[in-house]
């Protein structure tokens, strides 16, 4: 059992999403972890020997982009020597299978074959506003979106990342959800489905994209909707899509939003290189019995000849 609290660990993988809940098993006294999406295998395995973790109860692929998925094989190959996983869960998020895709799918199915392991699709039926996952005596993880109504529309406009599977992390202290990479039309699906959702900590979408309001729900509606206090965004540098967008970073700190990257990026205007290219590297949240802290593994903020979200207060 967590001593200091149930924790909830964003990694640094550079442009990519991969996160760790480890959440308290009172019945038997140990932990309840759930792997959302896997970009490094040798980083989430150095983090889960850390812990002392030697089962995975949920694996979560969010959806099959390669910066959330390309590292699912290895892990699965290495995690076998020292430990097992339970359930995984994933949705086929396109027609036409990548290359990445298809192996992973193998995998699966060679585990249940071997192991019985069980697969679960990433989806609800369109009576559920929520699915409970995982839980405990004080906290439900739960997956929120899609479903099937939502899953359809997705893939007949051929959507991938509106495919994802989003979760929401939830007890009396905290909520915490995990968005993958949805787009402006899920959004607008899900929280007119969900108009209450609120959270304190989101994990932003799209590695910090910046939506408007002309095909779905723009990111400033998303944010006034769900009220976050933190903003976690998982991002690198990548010529391709430079994210985060200096949009959003505006509009977090218009909200005055808590924002914690885990890399910088050219937004940020610095020597990226001689910061080994970490801002908070690792952020992780600790959620006590009262109350929850952000503990990231460095703040580099400082550093900045020209900081594009400032130093976090608090």
């Not at 299978?97 to 990433?122: A, D, N, S, V």
Request: proline share 2%.
């Amino acid at each position: 059992m967590l001593s200091d609290g149930e924790k909830i660990k964003f990694l640094d993988v550079g442009h990519g999403d991969s996160a760790v809940i480890y959440m308290n098993d009172f019945h038997l006294g140990g932990v309840k972890t759930i792997v959302i999406d896997i970009v490094d295998a040798d980083k989430l395995i150095n983090e889960l020997v850390q812990s002392e973790i030697k089962i995975v109860d949920m694996l979560i692929i969010s959806h099959m982009d390669a910066d959330h998925c390309r590292g699912v094989n290895d892990f699965l190959e290495k995690f076998a020597i020292r430990g097992v996983i339970k359930k995984i869960c994933f949705n086929f998020d396109r027609r036409n299978p990548t290359q990445t895709m298809e192996l992973i799918l193998k995998r699966f199915l060679e585990l249940y074959h071997k192991q019985r392991i069980t697969i679960l699709r990433g989806i609800n039926d369109t009576d559920l506003q929520k699915r409970e996952l995982v839980s405990n005596n004080t906290t439900k993880f739960s997956l929120i979106y899609p479903n099937v109504a939502e899953e359809t529309e997705a893939l007949l406009h051929k959507s991938t990342n509106d495919m994802s599977i989003v979760c929401l992390y939830e007890n009396e202290v905290s909520k915490i959800i995990f968005t993958g990479d949805l787009e402006n039309n899920g959004w607008r699906r899900l929280l007119e489905r969900m108009p209450e959702l609120e959270c304190d900590i989101l994990k932003m979408p799209h590695h910090g994209a910046f939506y408007n309001d002309e095909n779905g729900m723009g990111t400033e509606h998303i944010l006034d909707m769900l009220k976050p206090h933190i903003a976690i965004i998982s991002t690198g540098e990548n010529k391709r899509y430079r994210h985060p967008s200096s949009d959003t970073i505006k509009l977090l700190k218009e909200k005055n939003v808590e924002i914690y990257c885990t890399e910088f990026t050219s937004l940020c205007h610095c020597d990226m290189d001689s910061l080994s290219r970490k801002c908070y590297g690792d952020v992780e949240i600790v959620v006590s019995d009262s109350d929850y802290a952000v503990k990231p593994e460095c703040s580099n903020t400082s550093s900045l000849s020209c900081s594009a979200c400032g130093v976090n207060v608090g």
